[in-house]
DNA sequence: TCCCAAATAAGATAGAATCCTATTTACGAA
DNA sequence: TTCGTAAATAGGATTCTATCTTATTTGGGA
């Protein structure tokens, strides 16, 4: 909404040139559905991207908006935010800790890390409000994924 | 499971403190629930803490498990891993880039930091496996929420 | 222009999380 | 110890996001 004209035109562009290598077809529905993401700095779900789109389509149904831009993330065009129709997980230490999570299997693990203890909130971060906490998550291939690796 | 013995006491004895403070009832539900979730280090889910609370208490309900992680996680005697029941969100901002999160609103904002972007994986990370991608989670009020702040 | 695999619309379905309500229980007070 | 009551529970119903199914349409190469 708020992004610059010339900042959504370039993200098409690149978007079209991307879709071609892929060869992804570049149906109007996807199109406008990344055009409506890309327009955007929220993060929106699929409910509000819908909304926007159905102005221009008016019959697109809510499952073409997910079946493209789950299509979209598998080849990196967009990323997800949140996790995918996956479980709430618990966890009882509440300590300061940061995660490693295995991109195969899923697997979370905890760890801490002295040098990032001491690591002051960015002040990129400060600029929007009042930083509370910090947790950092790394994602990689745990060490019995990694075996099993094939590229 | 494989968290020695005094662990788990431990975080049991500092349960039971912490709810006669906050004048939680000490059910034998809760309690089990807990001692459950004290006893992995595999960030659990309901259905799997779930089977194993049955094995004591064959007749608990799901919702029982579901509604005592909220309200300790309310009172912050646990952690919730993941989005509770949001939406998925998606982004079209695929350079590498960290999230500031309004923890009252729930607004996303997207960061760049330079200092974060030389900063290598943790050796503490590292030891489970291969980490491929790093990304920062920073919660807080943002400037907007600040002001209505109560606290 | 023709062809067909890919994509879509619309409704059905799956499944996690929450709600509803009658019953039970923890625990403070007498 | 007993009692009273607000809190908690069990079990089924419900909600709602995300995915699946299937008949129809369409992008784009030949």
Known sequence: MT???????????????????????????????????ASSEEHPDVESIHRVVRK??????????????K?????????????????????ANMGPHHHFVCVKCGRIRDFTSRELQHVAFPA????????VSMHLEVKGFCSACQKGRKT
Chains 1, 2 share one sequence.
Not at 13 to 23: G, I, N, P, Q, T
């Open 56 to 69: 221009r389509i008016p019959t697109i149904s809510p499952d073409t908006i997910y079946r493209n831009l």
């Open 124 to 131: 990129e971060a400060r600029a929007f409000g009042a930083p």
């Open 3 to 37: 992004l610059p004209r010339e900042t959504v035109e370039a993200r098409m562009a690149a978007f079209r040139e991307a879709c071609l290598l892929k060869r992804l077809r570049l149906t109007h529905q996807r199109i406008e559905v990344f055009r409506a993401l």
């Open 71 to 91: 299509l979209l993330a598998e080849h990196g065009l967009v990323s997800v935010a949140g996790m995918s129709h996956e479980r709430l997980r618990f966890d």
